[in-house]
């Protein structure tokens, strides 16, 4: 009686069973696509749309590499983890610039010049009708 949990062979032997043409799991390619929905649906935020997208990116191209070099599977899902990554990054980006366009207007810095002197908040409305009638015209 045998207490070996590998299969015992004819002559009685455990035998050991190893399949080379088994390939590892690519935790980089999971990791990529993971990351880059997460980038993607917090693209509004810095963390969600810079930090997870740039993390995306990189553990995209990771586990691309790994695929491609034959070590892991899931090329693909690198490549889309990678892709959608980039996608948040570039979005979170674009609002980035906006915001930072905005804050540096001439008629935001008016607003918030008018907004602190404004002592009643019928003074602060009449701050943000002035700045809605110079953004829109």
């Not at 999971?30 to 649906?41: D, E, S």
């Not at 586990?63 to 990054?89: D, F, N, Q, T, W």
């Not at 980035?96 to 409305?125: M, P, W, Y």
Request: one cysteine or more.
């Amino acid at each position: 009686m045998s207490f070996s949990n590998h299969p015992q062979a004819p002559d009685g032997y455990a035998q050991t069973h190893h399949d080379a043409g088994v390939k590892r799991s690519n935790g980089p390619a999971v990791t990529a696509l993971v990351l880059g929905v997460a980038a993607l649906l917090l693209f509004w935020t810095v963390f969600g749309g810079i930090v997870l997208g740039l993390l995306a990116v990189v553990f995209g191209i990771v586990g691309a590499r790994k695929a491609r070099g034959g070590r892991a599977p899931h090329g693909k899902m690198s490549i889309i983890g990678a892709v959608l990554g980039a996608l948040g990054l570039i979005a979170s980006a674009v609002i980035i610039a906006i915001g930072a366009s905005i804050l540096n207007s001439d008629e935001f810095k008016n607003f918030d010049d008018c907004v602190q002197h404004a002592d009643t908040q019928s003074e602060r409305d009449a701050c943000a009708k002035d700045f809605d009638r110079d953004v829109n015209n």
